[in-house]
């Protein structure tokens, strides 16, 4: 139903499930990175399974897999700060605004609202975001990530999906 600008509201009910997946992101996100620091020191590794896949505990103090992590700008952390809040007002909106009906749109979104939460929390508290899942094959090596990562690429591939089947539905 459109409120007095004209704009779609989703009904209050809906809004609370997608508020519910996020703050269950946000929630599973800081216990796990939580766990982490308590039980390893920085840099410290855990193999389980041999080969492909350790426990780590490492800081990123950059954007996604390390990118800007050595610039040596005073800026960097609160750039990136604002630029997390400035992504995660858009995504609000975009959720709070949109049909009841729009599950296949909300709750990747709702999934990306509760990454970017966990991340920016911890860009806040410390300057930087615990990664500590690390996967790798032979030479092949992915860069360590977390939880939240994992939501936000979870929930902007379901994202794109949507778009993309809506989009063959138009033509």
Do not use: C
Request: hydrophobic share 55%; glycine share 10%.
């Amino acid at each position: 139903m459109p409120d007095k600008a004209g704009v779609a509201m989703a009904a209050p009910g809906v809004r609370v499930v997608y508020l519910l997946v996020a703050g269950g992101v946000f929630l599973a996100d800081r216990l796990t990175k939580a766990l982490i620091e308590s039980v390893m020191g920085l840099h410290e590794t855990r193999v389980v399974i041999p080969g492909f896949f350790h426990i780590v505990h490492v800081r990123n103090e950059g954007i996604a897999f390390g990118l800007f992590a050595d610039s040596p700008s005073a800026w960097k952390t609160f750039a990136l700060i604002a630029l997390s809040a400035v992504a995660l007002a858009g995504v609000g909106y975009v959720m709070w605004t949109s049909a009841p009906a729009s599950s296949r749109q909300n709750t990747p979104l709702a999934l990306i609202l509760g990454g970017a939460l966990g991340n920016l929390f911890d860009r806040i508290r410390t300057g930087g975001v615990v990664d500590f899942l690390d996967f790798f094959v032979a030479d092949y090596h992915w860069p360590a990530f977390n939880l939240a990562d994992s939501a936000i690429v979870i929930g902007g591939g379901l994202l794109l999906l949507h778009l993309a089947r809506a989009e063959r539905r138009k033509k």
